[in-house]
C-alpha cells in the first residue's frame, strides 16, 4: 500500500501525501460503482468533492490526537455528509438508497483489495491491480446480485398439506399463469412434480412421469376412492405447445402464513425450481 520506512526511534514514518492520493482515488471509484448503480445522476466534479472529503478524513485521523475521529460515529457520520456532497439526494429515501449501495461497493472493493493484498504479500502493485479487479468484478456481477435480491424478497414460502402430509416450497407469482380448473373453476398453482411426489400415491409416479393424463385411467391407477373427487385434468397452452396437467386438490393451501382456500394443484413433469402462483389467489 503506502510507502513507509523505518524511524531512529524503530518506529514507521508514513507519507501521507501517497495515503492521501491512494484513498482519493480509492473513494473516486468507490463513488462513481456508486453512481453507475444507483442509478443516480452526480457530477465528476461533485464525485471528486466527495472523494475529496473522504481522503482529508484519513489526514485528520493521523493528524489530530482527538479520539472522536477514530469512533464509528464519526465515521458514519462522515459517509452522510459524502454522499450528500457527492449526489445532493433529494428525498430521505433516496440518499438512504445511495447509502446502501455506498456500502455495497465500498465493503465489496475493501474485501477483494484485502484479499489480492494478502495474495501477493502487499506488493506497490497491488492496490492499482486490486481495485481494477474488484471494479471488474462488479461490473460484471452487479445485475445478478440486484435479480437475485428481488427474487428473494419476491418470493413466496409454500406448504402444502394432503390427509395429513405436508411439504414445504417456494414459488413466485407468474402474471402469465392464467389457468383455472374447467370443472371447479379454481384458480391453479403450478408445482414440480418432485416438489409434491411425497404426497401422492406411489401408483402415480409412473403415471405422471409419461406425460399423457388421461382422466379415466388415473381412476383406474388411483385404487383409493379418497382422492377420486379430488382430482381434475387442467388443460394448458403456450407458445406453441398445449397439453393436460393432473390436477389435485390440496387440503391446504398455505403461502407466507397465510392459508388460501379453494385452490388447485397443477402437477406439471417440467423441472422447475419455484412453483408458479396464478396471481388471483394473492388477491
Partial sequence: MYKDRECPRGGKLMYLDILFLENLLINYVILSLTQRFSRKYSTPFKLLLGAFIGAGYVLI?????????????????????????????????????????????????GGTIFALLYAVKGRETALPVGIGFAALLLFLNWDYVVKKAKQDKMKYEIYIEIFGKKVKTYGFVDTGNKLFDPLSNLPVVVVAYSSVKSL??????????EGKIDF???????KDE??????????????????????????????????????????????????????????
Fill in 200 to 209: 401422492l400415491p406411489y401408483d402415480l409416479e409412473e403415471f405422471v412421469a
Fill in 61 to 109: 485521523f493521523f493528524l489530530t490526537p482527538y479520539s472522536f475521529f477514530r469512533e464509528f460515529l464519526a465515521k458514519f457520520l462522515l459517509s452522510l455528509l459524502i454522499i450528500y456532497m457527492a449526489f445532493s439526494p433529494e428525498t430521505l429515501k433516496e440518499f438512504f438508497r445511495i447509502l446502501s449501495v455506498f456500502y455495497l461497493v465500498s465493503f465489496a472493493m
Fill in 216 to 222: 379415466g385411467k388415473v381412476l383406474e391407477i388411483i
Fill in 226 to 283: 379418497k382422492w377420486h373427487s379430488r382430482i381434475g385434468i387442467i388443460p394448458f397452452s403456450g407458445v406453441g405447445t398445449k397439453g393436460l396437467l393432473l390436477g389435485i386438490r390440496p387440503d391446504r393451501l398455505i403461502i407466507n402464513g397465510k392459508e388460501i382456500k379453494d385452490v388447485m394443484l397443477g402437477i406439471s413433469t417440467d423441472k422447475m425450481e419455484f412453483a408458479l402462483l396464478n396471481p388471483e389467489i394473492m388477491g
